[in-house]
């Protein structure tokens, strides 16, 4: 069947198509059904089977005899190591992990919150919680200690498993401080720790609340798999949303475990034996689907990717890594392609190693440029897939369904939807608009297996957030349009988010931090654009009357600031001081226009603009930094 079928398909019969999917997932008890949509708009899948997650990522494939296939490359050119972990090593050390979790009082349900670099351990860490019904909420290493206090007390862990320290390129990022900071900020208090202590910093424990990883595992029983109901939480990721406050994603374990076998065969053409790597970071949710548990699910080799795209050491570790291990999909990130690019314009890198087992690319977590994509073309000779997915999906809504059938490649676009997405372009009354017309996308409900049936312990806010705007619709958050031929284009987001570095960043967050100094009586972020990290943060400062100190100091302050309660990762460097923001005669802040004029786009007055005057000044504001950028 080509894509066209197998979309008809699920169109036609949707509930027999994913009951047909999870046949491929090994249950516990077959669910009687897979939609459960009594509580509708909030769906279900699969919510009365029982399953567990870690079987299906490990121990079936011992059983199957996969034992001694490499589970999990960690290929770290930062610490100059690779080693290889197989699926009976795996199976092993993760029974044993989630024994002593057990053993310390964790039990099904509990949340464990995992603070971990990129390092097996951090997969061990994901799939132990899911051997016994824990529910892991895995923090970004980037984030600051007031990011990780702020997921403790949403998520209120029993238990929280970290490294001694983190390594990026020259600087060692001390995790374990961190983690106390953020445990000493947080209300709620984790009833202990459980440290990896790594050769590069061993970090001091605090009795009786934190454990070493290999004491705390010695001479426990190891832990069985324990079967979960289908709609039980597999995992709650955070991300970023309009406000300081990040929305808690919940996945559930049925549709999970269905869609990501699906996708591992149909969108990147993997099954068991292959090799896969996904060049991300456990922290986003491209690391829980497709670094830790797609590759597992399918029974593939997943690599554990240490390192940067350039630098450690060099822009060929991408491709050496990919020879080395015989990877046959690739996916990573459209910035880490432009870095690489500036490097080796010509692809001089690419043609010392032998790449013939690659067989695609996937790029995805931000619009894929042309140029990139073409350079990627052209030098891997490779088809490119751009897909297009979210946090809250778990897996590609769009893409080229590589496994299935190759189609036609439109560079600009992640191609098509995927079965189980129902894509709508909306205009602002929610009608659906013609092809080529832009305008809010949209998915008709319900959402397939594997996307959020709700946020956690929050509700209300995923209902309003997510299904107000468009009844009977699930919003996206992003804008663009169809083609007439079934091709869609994703071109920004409708909301405060911004996307840097392939990294989903919250302006308004960044707006509370900046807020908060006592100088600061207003301001405004934006997402300007940039050539290597797509868009980059740049915030306008009004000050306090009566605020006589030189602006650069309280620049430098705000700077630090969101460094240090947002973390290194929201790349916050530049600000200015304004005397005023531009806004509507209603209050709101022009952001959007803001934008226009520090990309140099063109621009129209808004027509309910208070006073046209602060455009003047914001422009030469802009100036003064250097935008808009050649
Ligand atoms: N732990 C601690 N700090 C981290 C971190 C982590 N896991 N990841 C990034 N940071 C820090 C960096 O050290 C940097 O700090 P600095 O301000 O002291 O230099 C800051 O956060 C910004 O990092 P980053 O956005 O990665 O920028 P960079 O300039 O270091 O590197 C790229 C640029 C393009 C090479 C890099 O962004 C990259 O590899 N991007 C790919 C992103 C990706 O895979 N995203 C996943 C979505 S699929
Ligand atoms: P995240 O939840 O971090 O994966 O970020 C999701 C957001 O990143 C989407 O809503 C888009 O705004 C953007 N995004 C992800 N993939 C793509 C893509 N292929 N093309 C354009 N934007 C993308």
Redesign the pocket.
């Given at each position: 069947m080509g894509y066209k079928e197998v979309y008809s398909a699920w169109q036609a019969d949707p509930e027999k198509f994913w009951m047909d999917a999870a046949e491929k997932i090994d249950w516990d008890e077959k669910p009687s059904k897979a939609l459960f949509d009594g509580n509708a708009p909030l769906y279900e899948w699969f919510s009365d089977g029982m399953v567990n997650t870690c079987w299906n990522a490990v121990d079936r494939h011992v059983e199957e005899g996969r034992g001694d296939q490499i589970a999990i490359m960690h290929e770290s050119p930062i610490t100059h190591s690779t080693k290889g972990i197989t699926y009976k090593e795996l199976q092993t050390r993760v029974a044993s992990l989630a024994g002593a979790l057990k053993m310390r009082g964790v039990e099904k349900g509990d949340r464990v919150i995992i603070y971990m670099?990129?390092i097996p351990e951090a997969l061990e860490a994901m799939l132990a919680c899911a051997r016994i019904g824990a529910v892991h909420s895995v923090v970004?290493?980037?984030f600051a200690a007031h990011e990780l206090a702020v997921r403790i007390d949403d998520c209120t862990p029993k238990a929280i498993i970290a490294a001694s320290c983190?390594l990026?390129?020259g600087?060692t990022?001390h995790y374990k401080p961190l983690l106390d900071e953020a445990i000493e900020q947080a209300e709620h208090k984790p009833e202990f720790c459980v440290i990896f202590q790594r050769e590069q910093e061993v970090a001091k424990l605090i009795e009786g609340r934190d454990f070493s990883w290999h004491g705390f595992q010695y001479g426990v029983k190891p832990a069985d798999c324990v079967p979960v109901e289908g709609n039980h939480p597999a995992y709650i990721l955070y991300t970023s949303g309009t406000t300081g406050q990040p929305k808690g994603v919940v996945r559930h374990t049925g549709g999970h475990l269905v869609a990501l076998q699906w996708s591992m065969k149909n969108i990147y053409n993997i099954e068991a034996g292959d090799r896969f790597w996904?060049?991300?970071?456990v922290?986003?949710v491209?690391g829980h689907s497709y670094i830790c548990y797609g590759p597992l699910i399918a029974g593939a080799t997943t690599v554990v990717f240490e390192g940067?795209?350039?630098g450690t050491p060099h822009p060929g570790v991408f491709w050496r890594i990919i020879q080395n291990n015989r990877i046959k999909s690739f996916?990573?990130?459209p910035?880490?392609l432009?870095?690489i690019k500036r490097e080796d314009p010509n692809g001089e890198w690419i043609k010392r190693y032998a790449l013939h087992d690659l067989q695609a690319l996937y790029l995805?977590?931000e619009r894929a440029d042309p140029a990139t994509v073409e350079w990627a073309q052209k030098h891997l000779g490779v088809p490119v897939v751009d897909h297009w997915w979210q946090t809250e999906t778990g897996w590609a809504i769009a893409a080229n369904p590589i496994g299935i059938e190759e189609l036609p490649t439109k560079v600009g676009s992640p191609s098509v939807p995927m079965p189980g997405y129902d894509i709508q372009v909306l205009d602002e009354g929610g009608h659906p608009v013609g092809a080529g017309q832009l305008g809010a996308i949209a998915i008709k409900l319900p959402l397939p297996p594997g996307t959020l049936p709700t946020l956690w312990n929050a509700e209300a806010r995923f209902k309003k957030a997510y299904l107000e705007q468009f009844p009977g619709y699930y919003e996206t958050g992003d804008a663009g349009y169809v083609d007439e031929d079934g091709y869609l284009y994703i071109m920004a987001r409708t909301d405060d988010v911004i996307n840097?570095?392939?990294?989903r960043l919250s302006t308004g967050a960044m707006e509370e931090v900046l807020a908060g100094h006592p100088d600061v009586a207003e301001c405004a972020v934006i997402g300007v654009a940039d050539e290597?990290?797509g868009q980059t943060p740049l915030g306008f400062l009004c000050l306090s009357s009566g605020c006589n100190r030189p602006h650069e100091e309280i620049v430098k302050e705000c700077v630090s600031r969101v460094?240090e309660q947002i973390?290194?990762?929201a790349?916050f460097?530049l600000a200015t001081v304004v005397d005023r923001l531009p806004k509507t005669r209603s209050g709101k802040i022009l952001r959007a226009t803001m934008v226009k004029i520090a990309d140099g786009q063109e621009w129209k007055m808004p027509a309910t603009i208070d006073d046209p005057a602060i455009l003047d000044e914001i422009t030469e504001a802009l100036k003064g930094l250097g935008y808009p950028r050649k």
């Open positions: 670099p990129m970004f290493g980037g983190g990026e390129p600087r990022v996904a060049a991300s970071d922290g986003w491209v940067k795209p350039i996916f990573t990130a910035t880490a432009r870095a995805a977590g840097v570095a392939g990294h290597l990290k460094r973390g290194p990762v790349a460097k």
